[in-house]
């Protein structure tokens, strides 16, 4: 278990909506838009200009812990090369984006 590490903390794990093995509850992790009623992280890679799915979560202020703690990380350098990470609800809107150098903003 990593200290700090998403994957490892049981609390924001147990937020995670699973990605079960029935279609019925398969997560479309290839769309911007949120499984109805939920929010979904999103990471942009700003090398290789692809985004990534990460996590949805039930709750919005869960959503925003979780990507305020991604963005505390610089990977980039320099640091404004750093992964861009965005909260989509299930409309297909950005509600949040945050980066290492500005933080989290509401979009």
Request: hydrophobic share 35%.
């Amino acid at each position: 278990m990593h200290e700090n590490c998403w994957l490892c903390v049981s609390t924001y794990e147990e937020k995670l909506i699973p990605n079960k093995e029935s279609n019925a509850d398969v997560i479309d992790r290839y769309t911007r838009k949120a499984t109805s009623g939920k929010y979904r992280v999103l990471g942009y890679d700003q090398y290789d200009h692809n985004d990534y799915f990460i996590a949805e979560f039930e709750q919005l202020e869960l959503a925003i812990a979780f990507l305020r703690e991604k963005a505390s990380i610089a990977n980039g350098t320099p640091t404004s090369f750093s992964d861009i990470y965005y909260i989509y609800n299930d409309r297909e809107e950005a509600l949040y984006k945050a980066t290492f150098d500005d933080g989290v903003e509401r979009v």
